[in-house]
């Protein structure tokens, strides 16, 4: 399960990085430290949006997708041998009565 919410908390930081590279770091105002600097230009806002998309969109979901798959095979694995072992119970106890 610890692959699992690995996944699922780098997806999380991806959002997170995402929004701060698309909203804050990309626009022309005063919240943006880039600004300040004198290499800053539209167009390296319009890349780091850009980026900052990729990695809030794609790379999220990927992740998310990735760790809820992870979670659902420790989960069908151990619904099966919960199964397996309440099926092998009441065996046993049918076979004693």
């Not at 095979?73 to 099926?87: E, H, P, R």
């Amino acid at each position: 399960m610890r692959k699992a919410w690995t996944l699922i908390v780098l997806s999380a930081l991806c959002d997170l990085a995402g929004a701060i590279l698309s909203q804050i770091l990309a626009s022309n105002s005063l919240v943006n430290p880039l600004v300040h600097l004198g290499w800053w230009s539209p167009a390296l806002g319009g890349l780091v949006r850009n980026y900052g998309l990729v990695l809030g969109g794609t790379c999220r979901f990927g992740l998310l997708a990735g760790g809820l798959a992870r979670a659902f095979v420790v989960y069908w694995k151990a619904l099966s041998i919960g199964v397996f072992l309440i099926s092998l119970g009441d065996i046993c106890i049918w076979a004693t009565a």
